[in-house]
């Protein structure tokens, strides 16, 4: 999760909402990619840093399908980016600060978790989400 503070931190240097994520190979300790939210970089608005790292996984493994892999992401991803994580079969989504706004992974919606879709990862929720939170809460106070 410090991975993805870092993340963020260069998110919010860039004028973004300060979101980070890294995807995990599957031995759990090598990270296969990175990503912070690009949006207002990059004028797009899928420029999420779950959909960054997890094309940027896919992309270097070769193949969409991230099985045995974790994203881990500083604040729960919205119902894009589940979708998103649902379909590449990632493994395990760990996150840092919940979303009660826009959450799709147990908040607001339980995408990943849905009983009816063929996939579901493990969700892990709250690995220091203090401190996730507080770098949102910073960001938007400053603006």
């Known amino acids: 999760m410090r991975l993805a503070l870092d993340e963020a931190e260069r998110a919010a240097r860039n004028g973004d909402v300060p979101v980070g994520a ?3 190979a599957p031995d759990g300790s090598t990270v296969l990619a990175s990503g912070h939210n690009e949006r207002e970089a990059a004028h797009d608005p899928t420029a999420h ?77 709250g690995v220091l989400a203090e401190e996730c939170a507080r770098l949102l809460t910073a960001f938007f106070r400053d603006r």
């Open 22 to 24: 890294i995807v995990l």
């Open 49 to 125: 840093a779950e959909l960054l790292a997890l094309r940027r996984a896919a992309a270097a493994l070769g193949q969409w399908r991230l099985a045995d892999c974790t994203l881990v992401v500083t604040l729960e991803p919205c119902t894009m980016c589940a979708g998103a994580i649902q379909q590449s079969r990632i493994d395990r989504l760990v996150y840092g600060a919940r979303d009660e706004k826009a959450g799709a992974a147990g908040s607001l919606w339980d995408v990943v978790r849905d009983q009816r879709l063929n996939h579901r990862p493990e969700v892990v929720e």
